[in-house]
Every structure is written in structure tokens, then in C-alpha cells.
Nanobody, 125 residues
């Protein structure tokens, strides 16, 4: 069983930065791609960013490209999402998730099997 716990969310002004962390309960996430998703009130959950098992390959949604950076520290079983130049439209609950299969990342939420409970990010204008 894998448990994921996000932290680092909060209230920030537009243009500000936050760093989200996703800590895993087991070391085996080092073999898997990981992803960040978000869900705003009244909207579908959407893909934000993903990273492969080694951290050598990443992918971003167009809406966050150039502003967000995903990274991982496998020694600490932790994945990060550095968010800069935040906009009010980035307001959402942010979730991290573990890919179902070894290795690469994926964009679709159905490619992930374990999810954290989420952390709220609110960006004020």
C-alpha cells in the first residue's frame, strides 16, 4: 500500500510562489513516474505536470509551462512542484499521484493508481 501526502499549499498573492511537496510512505515510488493534477471548484480534475522515475524527463500542461517545475528526490521519497508567477486561475486543490506501471510518466489520470488527499492553493488577485 502506498500513501501519498501533499503539503505546502496556502494563500498567496498573484505573482507569488509556492513549493508543493508530495511525500510517499514507501521507497518504491522511485521506480515510478509521478504526476501532479489539480481540481478547481466546479471543474474537472486536470493534468498539471509529470516526471519519469529518474527525474530525467518531465512534461507540463501548456497552462503552467514556464511557470511550474516538477522535480523529485528519490532518496527522500518526495516529489516537488515549484510554482512561480502564480495566477488566480491556478487556484485549486493540487493532488500528487503515482503511475500504475514502472518508468515513464503519463498525462491521463486513469494511468495513476495512488493519490494523495490534496492540498489547497489559493491565489488572490
Amino acid at each position: 500500500q502506498v500513501q501519498l501526502v501533499e503539503s505546502g499549499g496556502g494563500l498567496v498573492q498573484a505573482g507569488g510562489s509556492l513549493r508543493l511537496s508530495c511525500a510517499a510512505s514507501v521507497r518504491t515510488i522511485s521506480n515510478y513516474g509521478m504526476g501532479w493534477f489539480r481540481q478547481a471548484p466546479g471543474k474537472e480534475r486536470e493534468f498539471v505536470a509529470a516526471i519519469n522515475w529518474s527525474g530525467g524527463s518531465t512534461y507540463y500542461a501548456d497552462s503552467v509551462k514556464g511557470r511550474f517545475t516538477i522535480s523529485r528526490d528519490n532518496a527522500k521519497n518526495t516529489v516537488y512542484l515549484q510554482m512561480s508567477s502564480l495566477k488566480p486561475e491556478d487556484t485549486a486543490v493540487y493532488y500528487c499521484a503515482k503511475r500504475k506501471i514502472y518508468g515513464s510518466y503519463a498525462i491521463g489520470a486513469d494511468e495513476y493508481d495512488y493519490w494523495g488527499p490534496g492540498t489547497q492553493v489559493t491565489v488572490s488577485s
